[in-house]
């Protein structure tokens, strides 16, 4: 038995739970394999595989630095307050010395200690508290009270959540800050004790928002590190895109507006940068959801230049600004480094020429100007690749990830450990056939009357899932007047207490839409249909997308459809079967799933159940494995 095994049996054999799973084992051990030989590698893990332990022990023993960049807050939550300290105690035992980890979250995730004193002990601090609302005032106090004794100065460790309004007045982002060397606070400040704890850890814990700010700001923000695994993987190269690219929209002028209030007494100054935000807006609005044409069109140049203007104007005067007064300092500084963001940003707009897509996103009021790259493949080969090992690894890997994100560059390995759910004794995967196409007007009657079919057959007891929220409504109103269940929708409550509210009631059935297709943990009676509207496929007008499909011509949706597809539609079919006792049926009412030629591509992807295109057979399992 292998070091890494060996450490692995005996972390697993300490779980509450301890079972043997060959997947995690399998997954432990060729990941130990590609660090020793410094490949790259590309793991799929199926649902209940244990993949954080399976990377984090050979991670761990390595001896080499490594950051972990999860997609999501709930499974960095995961890994700093379970997984991790749970390796610290079962594993230190096993090394030479004991390993260390650390999280790393950005600027705008830590109360700032600099901007709660200038509310608490200014002039200008007390207008500001005059101008918010008394339950916000309350609020800021509270929080005043908790920085004093807290640990690490994360708002994510609050027992109890403060309003937006609450969280904006005591914290600045990564734009705004000035940096500990030019700051009073810096020696006590929470985001600077984060990152030098992070300068020690042997793994540090980071979201992939933040990580692709330090590939673009070419290695500034994170640790050298020698390994960057990659949990969630099928949303790296979205999230890539978004933190590489460039966004504009009113929402910054409006920030830097509130900053420059604080420090310039020159209402017609800051006042114009404030009418930039309603100026950029509309310079937007008519483009809204559409791609725009680099260089960019005129009128937008111009709405840009001329917002410039007026930032360089506020700048001239912020310059101007002599004072001895610390707090005044700092207020200068945040707002410098503000515009100075906002103005390179609008540079390199005004700049983008080939390689680049932009188009505008976000919605009526706010719309966002945003330039992505259109391929980000060469970008993290550059920044990421070529310096570190990749471990990447996620439930679903697209058939075209490796491609996507630019690790054929260089050698990799790629496996599949599977899942230790019996899927093809406990599931049943039933395509509709039968059905209207998704284009046929008598799509949603039919629809309807499939659904309350299958809902009555499982006596309740599904989570309905749509590709849009036009079907979802047009479902639950004539499903509801079908059944006799309790049917909720997307629309009843927030997230968290709508899953819980469905999780208590057996005889219930939950409508939502994309939202609900990944990351919803609903294990055991409660869900035993899984029921998907249509195949998920992109919208062919997504502006990004479609300029992504004019780059790769005929290949296009073999490259970016169908693998974008049969990923949202495994992560969906993820939702039954979360534990070894799960079982269940997972109806896609799609008849393409059926008949098209890419729909083997498609089911390959989804766990291995029993296929069936019998509505009967599947009715009979429901009420059997229901009653």
């Known amino acids: 038995m292998s070091p890494v095994e060996s450490a692995l049996a005996a972390v697993t054999s300490a779980l509450p739970a301890a079972e043997d ?15 020793e030989s410094e490949r790259h590698i590309v793991v799929q893990a199926g649902t209940g595989t244990g993949k954080t332990l399976g990377y984090l022990v050979p991670a761990v023993l390595s001896g080499k630095r490594v950051v972990v960049a999860t997609a999501t807050k709930a499974l960095q939550d995961q890994l700093a307050a379970k997984d991790l300290p749970f390796l610290q105690q ?18 705008s995730n830590y109360l700032c200690l600099q901007r709660l004193n200038e509310l608490q002990h200014t002039q200008d601090g007390q207008l500001e508290l005059d101008d918010l609302a008394v339950v916000t005032k309350v609020e800021i106090k509270r929080l005043a009270t908790w920085a004093g004794t807290a640990a690490t100065g994360d708002l994510a460790d609050l027992d109890w959540a403060p309003s937006d309004a609450a969280q904006r007045a005591v914290t600045v982002g990564s734009d705004e800050c000035p940096g500990a060397t030019r700051c009073s606070m810096g020696p006590t400040c929470f985001a600077e004790r984060a990152r030098q704890q992070a300068m020690s850890a042997d793994v540090i814990v980071v979201n992939l928002h933040l990580y692709g700010l330090d590939v673009a700001s070419g290695g500034m923000l994170l640790p050298d590190h020698d390994v960057v695994i990659v949990d969630e993987a099928h949303q790296l190269e979205d999230i890539m895109s978004d933190t590489i690219g460039v966004q504009i929209g009113p929402g910054r ?21 404030a009418d930039s935000a309603t100026l950029i807006r509309d310079a937007l609005a008519p483009s809204l959801g559409q791609r725009l044409t680099l260089p960019l069109p005129g009128h937008l140049v111009d709405a840009l230049v001329l917002a410039r203007t007026r930032i360089e104007a506020a700048q001239a005067a912020l310059r101007a600004i002599d004072t001895d007064v610390d707090d005044a300092k700092q207020k200068k500084l945040r707002a410098q480094s503000l515009a100075t963001r906002l103005q390179d940003h609008i540079d390199a ?7 680049k897509v932009a188009f505008v996103s976000g919605g009526p009021d706010y719309p966002r100007l945003e330039i992505a790259p259109l391929d980000v493949g060469p970008l993290l080969s550059a920044g990421i690749w070529s310096q570190r090992i990749g471990v990447l690894t996620s439930a679903t890997i697209p058939t075209a990830l490796v491609e996507r994100v630019g690790l054929d560059a260089g050698p990799f390995d790629q496996i599949d450990v599977g899942s230790p759910f ?8 039933y395509c509709a056939t039968h059905l209207p196409d998704p284009r046929s007007p008598k799509r949603d009657a039919a629809v309807a009357e499939e659904i309350a079919a299958l809902i009555l057959a499982a006596g309740g007891r599904t989570l309905a899932l749509f590709t849009s929220w036009r079907a979802m409504e047009a479902a639950a109103e004539s499903v509801r007047l079908k059944v006799d269940v309790p049917i909720m929708t997307q629309r009843d409550l927030p997230k968290n207490a709508l899953v819980k509210a469905f999780s208590q009631n057996e005889a219930a059935c939950l409508f939502a839409t994309a939202g609900f297709f ?24 997504d502006p990004l997308l479609s300029a992504r499909r004019e780059l790769l011509g005929a290949a296009a949706f073999s490259q970016i459809d169908v693998p974008r597809a049969a990923m949202l539609l495994a992560q969906a079919t993820g939702r039954l079967i ?50």
């Open 349 to 355: 707009a005004i700049a983008a020429q080939e390689g």
């Open 21 to 35: 799973r060959p997947g995690q084992q399998k997954m432990a051990a060729a990941i130990a394999r590609a660090l």
């Open 90 to 107: 079962h594993l230190t035992g096993l090394l030479n010395k004991p390993f260390e980890f650390a999280v790393l979250k950005g600027r």
């Open 253 to 273: 002028f409006t920030t830097l507006t509130t900053s420059l209030k604080r420090i310039i007494d020159d209402p017609k100054l800051v006042g114009a940068v």
């Open 518 to 541: 990944q990351g919803v943990d609903i294990p055991g009676r409660t869900l035993s249909l899984v029921i998907i509207d249509k195949i998920p496929f992109p919208r062919p007008d």
């Open 578 to 627: 979360r534990t070894h006792t799960d079982r269940g049926v997972v109806a896609v009412l799609d008849p393409r799933l059926g008949s098209a030629s890419y729909r083997w591509d498609i089911v390959k992807a989804l766990p291995p159940m029993k296929r069936t295109r019998h509505r009967a057979e599947v009715e009979a399992f429901l009420r059997d494995i229901t009653t």
């Open 422 to 429: 019996d899927y093809e004794h406990h599931g049943l995967l």
